[in-house]
């Protein structure tokens, strides 16, 4: 049995279509899926409570994905397990494309490639999107929102820490060489609509690997090589325009980052509302 868990904090608007295509297909047996609710005012706890088997639904009162996230691991019994973001789209095809390649041994962590629908955001948020994906360090559970463990990979480490960047420190617990992307696995993310909305996101995210940094008191892995840039996008011209623009972006998020984590102490949680929550895949 498949287990999946979906820490859900107020996803009313999108938990649904979410568990869709996860159960849509599925045989008896097959999946174990938990929808966290923490800390959650609206209705998605009625709404994936609606969902019967093989969906079930856990509550806690306290608005925090890591301790959502543990307290469905303990009720968790089933591998290789997923842990999907409840604003992400990963349907049963790529979930179990992922279970194969880890029951296999062939790695202890898999991901799906990242698929976004830009039709409708503002050019400054396409253009650093095709700068970013194109990116060489991005290519295996970077901005998916979901990922797999093989029963080997989920002992790799006993409780998620108390982190905003779970999915980071769950990514530098595996060397390169341990985790996998699986090509014919696809998460549908909903992009920020607007540079407002991009800019909080990604302001989240560096805060995160800030705090991950700080905590473990040494840099991750995955080193940025210039070389590795290079050959990215010298044979992309088209990119070259967007290059100032991204990297002005960047820079200016980690400097808002940096000044949060000295204000906030890292517990600064900003969220996007921008995104196209009715957006069908």
Not at 199 to 207: A, E, G
Not at 243 to 262: D, E, H, K, N
């Amino acid at each position: 049995m498949i287990s999946i868990i979906i820490p859900a904090h107020n996803e009313e608007s999108v938990i649904a279509r979410g568990l869709r295509a996860i159960v849509t297909g599925a045989g008896p047996g097959e999946l174990d899926v938990i929808v966290a609710c923490n800390g959650c005012t609206d209705r998605t706890a009625d709404i994936a409570r609606g969902f019967g088997p093989p969906v079930r639904m856990i509550e806690i009162a306290q608005a925090s994905k890591t301790a959502a996230l543990n307290a469905a691991d303990e009720l968790a019994t089933g591998f290789p397990r997923f842990y999907v973001d409840a604003d992400v789209v990963l349907d049963l095809a790529s979930i179990r494309a992922m279970a194969a390649v880890l029951e296999r041994g062939d790695a202890l962590l898999a991901a799906p490639s990242l698929r976004m629908d830009l039709s409708k955001t503002t050019w400054p948020v396409r253009a650093y999107y095709r700068v970013w994906t194109g990116l060489p360090y991005n290519q295996v559970m970077v901005g998916t929102g979901a990922y797999g463990l093989s029963r080997a990979g989920c002992a790799r480490f006993c409780l998620f820490p108390d982190l905003i960047a779970d999915d980071g420190f769950v990514r530098f617990c595996f060397s390169p060489e341990e985790r996998v992307r699986v090509d014919s696995a696809y998460s549908w993310v909903d992009p920020p609509r607007t540079l407002s909305g991009l800019i909080k996101i990604k302001t989240r995210s560096r805060l995160g690997f800030y705090q991950h940094r700080q905590a473990l008191r040494s840099r991750p892995a995955d080193r940025k090589s210039f070389a590795g840039l290079l050959r990215t996008f010298l044979p992309r011209p088209s990119l070259w325009p967007w290059l100032p623009l991204y990297a002005g972006i960047s820079l200016f998020v980690r400097l808002r980052a940096a000044r949060q984590l000295r204000a906030l102490g890292a517990t600064g949680w900003e969220r996007d509302d921008s995104r196209a929550a009715t957006a069908q895949y």
